[in-house]
């Protein structure tokens, strides 16, 4: 027997029905009870029956359903601080000293083809709600999935930015083990070792656990088709596809709605720019089956906007199945990609009506900007007491918080592969940093880049070439005496809220299409 039901006890708490598996090494448990009473694994101390169970085998420990394991150790803000420390100087410092006062942002070390989970990790964590969720997550007995394997890993990927945010380049040896343990299929080794896994993918699945293990912020203020989770609210937009069939004597035009996770950028011949990747594929022909002729027939999908997430992600659709060879192989044509994304005109005119009033302000402060540009370059800057005063609008409409109100997005994080195959070559991550800056992110290799550099990465070649795209929201600024007007809905416009369930995050092209 491998499998056992221990009591795990902290301090008051007591934790029944802990699941411990010896089959796993103890690390596995450890993360466990990390992720029962945020005793970091570092700190554990577990006893059994008087005697201190070893950190790397279950060698000798005497186990039995209903035993009873108790913890020693601190939660992080816990720990008792360390005395004040005289002043170091930058040149005295460390690497990881020196990042953090230099406000430089740490890598992760690669642990043998994980640079296509760093990359990931990296890129989500500029998304400013979810890195917060993730760091503040706590779980609860209350929701009865303490001890689940998301809750688990979700732990790891917390601790991991933690480290990284005190300037700490961590060593992801437990949020690796686990990712791969909650998904086998990442789990796959060649001659060599693990080998190397497709970045897209594991994007869709990080983000399926975080889905079901985050919630909403202010669900009430937020439209009830993405209230559910966080990654429903902030990263998750609603289609509306119109079916024509394009046959005689076929069924009229029918509506569905469905929500999406990311757009994808199918890339043919004719695809030379982000944009019109994108309409391409919110317009296509599909053959099934038509109940009004009783066969098959083709039909045209015609899909646009009808909600957009604070943060849009955007799959370049760069590998296809090559049967000869059995990979994915890629697609190394050059699509030019904006760092300032309109998605406007692939919206629906009910969502252009209410994206309008806020789109009018922009031109305002791009001028506002150009003009004390002007002012710095032939020295005639105002003081800034003298400045008009200007507030930050909220990027989300009231009633629907993690939306976008504008259609325009900045480009802030690109997730690029080099190689010829998803299972081969290297990821590596390209993030925004304080705004204006971009980093290079190779695994545990941070640099700074230019903006010149970022836009290179559109393909081409066997240069670093854009796999997926993360655009933000771009903000807004106005003079503090300018209030936006809202659209208001005439009421033979209004429609009642759709009340449908959400899908969990997958690639657009694997969805199938309704019947």
Same mark, same amino acid.
């Given at each position: 027997m491998t499998s056992f039901k221990v009591k795990v006890k902290w301090g008051k708490e007591t934790y029944p029905d802990v699941e411990l598996d010896t089959s796993e090494v103890p690390e596995v448990f450890r993360a466990q009870v990390f992720a029962l009473t945020g005793v970091p694994t570092t700190r554990q101390k577990l006893l059994l029956k008087g005697a201190t169970l070893?950190?790397?085998? $279950?060698?000798?420990? =005497?186990?039995?359903?209903?035993?009873?394991?108790? !913890? @020693?150790?601190?939660?992080d803000e816990d720990a008792l601080?360390?005395?004040? =420390?005289?002043?170091?100087?930058?040149?005295?410092?460390?690497?990881?000293?020196?990042?953090?006062?230099m406000d430089m942002p740490v890598g992760i070390k690669n642990l043998g083809n994980t640079c296509y989970l760093n990359a990931v990790v990296q890129c989500l964590k500029t998304v400013p709600e979810l890195h917060k969720a993730i760091t503040e997550f706590r779980p609860t007995i209350a929701t009865g999935n303490t001890g689940s394997s998301n809750v688990m890993l979700l732990n790891t990927i917390k601790a991991c930015y933690q480290t990284m945010d005190q300037g700490i380049t961590p060593i992801p040896l437990l949020m690796v083990e686990l990712f791969r343990a909650t998904f086998p299929r990442f789990a796959e080794q060649g001659e060599g070792g693990y080998m190397q896994q497709d970045a897209s993918e594991c994007w869709t699945e990080l983000l399926r656990m975080l889905q079901d293990s985050l919630s909403p912020?202010?669900? =009430?203020?937020?439209?009830?088709?993405?209230?559910?989770?966080?990654?429903?609210?902030?990263?998750?937009? %609603?289609? %509306?596809? !119109? $079916?024509?069939?394009? %046959?005689?004597?076929?069924?009229?035009?029918?509506k569905t709605f469905s929500t999406f996770h990311q757009l994808s950028c199918h890339i043919s011949t004719d695809v030379k720019y982000l944009h019109t990747g994108l309409e391409a594929r919110l317009t296509e022909s599909i053959s099934k089956h038509s109940a009004a002729l009783s066969r098959d027939a083709l039909f045209k999908k015609k899909s646009l906007l009808t909600r957009l997430p604070a943060y849009l992600t955007v799959d370049m659709v760069r590998f296809f199945y090559k049967e000869k060879e059995a990979v994915n192989a890629k697609i190394l044509k050059d699509v030019k990609f904006p760092m300032m994304l309109d998605v406007f005109e692939l919206c629906s005119s009910k969502l252009?009506?209410?994206?309008?009033?806020?789109?009018?302000?922009?031109?305002? @402060?791009?001028?506002?900007?150009? %003009? +004390?540009?002007?002012?710095?370059?032939?020295? =005639? @800057?105002?003081?800034?007491?003298e400045r008009p005063k200007t507030k930050v609008i909220p990027y989300h409409f009231e009633n629907d918080v993690g939306s976008c109100?504008?259609?325009?997005?900045?480009?802030?994080?690109?997730?690029t592969?080099?190689?010829? +195959?998803?299972?081969?070559?290297?990821? !590596?991550? $390209?993030?925004?940093?304080?705004?204006?800056? $971009?980093?290079?992110?190779?695994?545990?290799?941070v640099s700074p880049v230019t903006e010149d550099e970022i836009m290179r990465l559109s393909g081409g070649g066997d240069w670093h070439c854009a796999y997926v795209l993360l655009y933000g929201p771009r903000p807004l600024t106005l003079l503090e005496d300018i209030n936006i007007e809202p659209y208001d809905e005439p009421k033979d416009e209004a429609t009642p809220e759709k009340q449908s369930s959400p899908e969990k995050p997958s690639s657009p092209e694997k969805q199938s299409s309704p019947e």
């Open positions: 070893k950190p790397d085998t $279950w060698d000798g420990a =005497k186990l039995k359903n209903g035993a009873l394991i108790v !913890v @020693m150790g601190s939660r601080q360390e005395p004040e =420390k005289k002043a170091t100087f930058v040149e005295d410092m460390s690497e990881d000293q020196s990042n953090v006062a912020q202010d669900p =009430k203020a937020t439209k009830a088709l993405f209230r559910s989770s966080l990654v429903e609210q902030y990263m998750s937009g %609603e289609l %509306e596809s !119109v $079916w024509t069939c394009t %046959e005689e004597g076929g069924e009229s035009p029918a252009q009506n209410h994206l309008v009033p806020y789109r009018l302000h922009y031109k305002d @402060m791009e001028e506002r900007a150009l %003009e +004390t540009e002007r002012c710095r370059k032939v020295g =005639k @800057m105002v003081p800034e007491n109100n504008s259609g325009f997005y900045q480009l802030q994080a690109v997730l592969h080099q190689g010829r +195959t998803s299972s081969s070559g290297h990821y !590596v991550s $390209w993030v925004r940093f304080k705004g204006q800056f $971009w980093l290079k992110c190779d695994d545990d290799e």
